[in-house]
Structure formats: structure tokens, C-alpha cells
């Protein structure tokens, strides 16, 4: 069982940017590709970004270069560098850890963290 705990939202306006964090209970070379998801009001739970244990990335095409994800295994930190943020990325984001590839992208696992609200208002 990985606990993951996420930190890093708040409210900003539009063109405004925000870091998430994510320390899993775990080591972080332990883990394979972890990911970051979020959920809108009324909406499934959707993929934002996942970055393998080598460190390849990947994005949801909505991110548009706005957003780059990265993992530090000395800090043992997951993190989400959000740019250019808009009022659609208003959501609920969650970590994930160890999602598993598929043909049609990544598929999260049962771990997730308690969620970081973002809020992008004016």
C-alpha cells in the first residue's frame, strides 16, 4: 500500500502558474511511472501527465506545452509545474503512482492521493 499525499494548490488568475508536490510513503525509485490525473465538477477523473522511472514524459493533449511534470528522487518528490493556467484547468488534481501503460495511454492504479484543489479565477 503507497500513501501519497499532494500540497501545492491554491487560487491564481488566468495566465497564472502553480507548482503541485506529491511525496509518496514510499521510496521513490520503488515506483515506476507516476502520473498526475484530475477531476472537474461533474466530470470523470481524467489523465494530466505521467513520467516513467527513467524519466520520459507524457502529456494529455490539452496541456499544450503549458504544463511539465517532473520526479526528484533525492527530494523523493513527484511535482506538476503548471504555466499559462486557464479556468478549464479549475479542478481537483491527484497523484498517482505506478500506472501501467495501455494501447490507448495510461491506466492509473489504485493509489491516490487526497487531491490538491486549483482554482483559476479573476
Known amino acids: 500500500q503507497v500513501q501519497l499525499v499532494e500540497s501545492g494548490g491554491g487560487e491564481v488568475q488566468p495566465g497564472g502558474s502553480l507548482r503541485l508536490s506529491c511525496i509518496p510513503s514510499?521510496?521513490?525509485?520503488?515506483?515506476?511511472?507516476m502520473g498526475w490525473y484530475r477531476r472537474t465538477p461533474g466530470n470523470e477523473r481524467e489523465f494530466v501527465a505521467a513520467i516513467t522511472k527513467n524519466g520520459a514524459a507524457d502529456y494529455a493533449d490539452f496541456v499544450e506545452g503549458r504544463f511539465t511534470i517532473g520526479r526528484d528522487a533525492a527530494e523523493n518528490t513527484l511535482w506538476l509545474q503548471m504555466e499559462r493556467l486557464q479556468p478549464e484547468d479549475t479542478a481537483t488534481y491527484y497523484c498517482?503512482?505506478?500506472?501501467?501503460?495501455?494501447?490507448?495511454?495510461?491506466?492509473?492504479?489504485?493509489?491516490w492521493g487526497q487531491g490538491a484543489r486549483v482554482t483559476v479565477s479573476s
Open positions: 498517482n503512482a505506478d500506472l501501467s501503460p495501455t494501447l490507448k495511454g495510461w491506466f492509473p492504479s489504485a493509489y
Open positions: 514510499t521510496s521513490m525509485t520503488r515506483l515506476y511511472t
